[in-house]
């Protein structure tokens, strides 16, 4: 049985744009991403060159983009006779999903917890990001703190992120660096 996005019905494209905030691209690995399935899709054989062409990217930009795409598992360069074949099969695949920690799905429960209601595209875009870059943990202590002062929003919550790495709570790696209920 051939894999749920190799049936003909499936339209990929659409799909990876319905889920684009899923896999946390930058613009150019989101735009390589779209321009590898479109041109497969089109059984146009793909080289650098045309890759460079179509985004308009710089081959160095372009090898960046690829590098980190196969980093994530989302691409793989198949070499054969003739030429390479750029599959994204990883970016279908059930495992790189669920393994993508900007769906990380406790916090999300938590925050529309929190909230008493879903939350909009807005807000999810932007835990998706903040949870992109900052520990879980640091996600639910800004969380306990807003809903202590009754201000569940996500300028608020911005601000204590933002104040909290002026301050050096946070580190670079988006993990605590200390306690800051502590002293």
């Known amino acids: 049985m051939k894999a749920w996005w190799k049936q003909p019905y499936i339209n990929r494209l659409q799909w990876i744009l319905e889920h684009y905030e899923w896999?946390?691209?930058?613009?150019?690995?989101?735009?390589?991403?779209?321009?590898?399935?479109?041109l497969n899709t089109c059984?146009?054989?793909?080289?650098?060159?045309?890759?460079?062409?179509?985004?308009?990217?710089?081959?160095?930009?372009?090898?960046?983009?690829?590098?980190?795409?196969?980093?994530?598992?989302?691409?793989?360069?198949?070499?054969g006779r003739s030429s390479v074949s750029f599959s994204l099969d990883g970016l279908y695949s059930a495992d790189t999903a669920k393994s993508q920690k900007a769906m990380e799905q406790p916090?999300?429960?938590?925050f529309e917890g929190e909230f008493g209601r879903p939350l909009?595209?807005?807000?999810?875009?932007?835990?998706?990001?903040?949870?992109?870059?900052?520990?879980?943990?640091?996600?639910?202590?800004?969380?306990?703190?807003?809903?202590m002062y009754q201000k569940l929003n996500f300028a608020y919550m911005q601000r204590i992120l933002s104040e909290w790495q002026r301050k050096?709570?946070?580190?670079?790696d988006g993990r605590e660096v200390r306690n800051h209920e502590s002293g």
């Open 107 to 110: 916090v999300f429960d938590l």
């Open 120 to 147: 909009n595209s807005n807000e999810l875009m932007t835990l998706q990001d903040w949870v992109s870059r900052y520990d879980s943990s640091v996600l639910v202590k800004v969380l306990k703190e807003a809903s």
């Open 43 to 79: 059984q146009i054989a793909i080289t650098p060159g045309l890759l460079e062409q179509k985004t308009g990217l710089t081959k160095e930009a372009l090898d960046q983009a690829l590098s980190v795409l196969c980093a994530k598992k989302y691409l793989e360069l198949k070499a």
């Open 168 to 172: 050096g709570w946070i580190g670079p």
């Open 23 to 38: 896999f946390g691209f930058s613009e150019k690995e989101g735009l390589v991403v779209l321009m590898i399935e479109y």
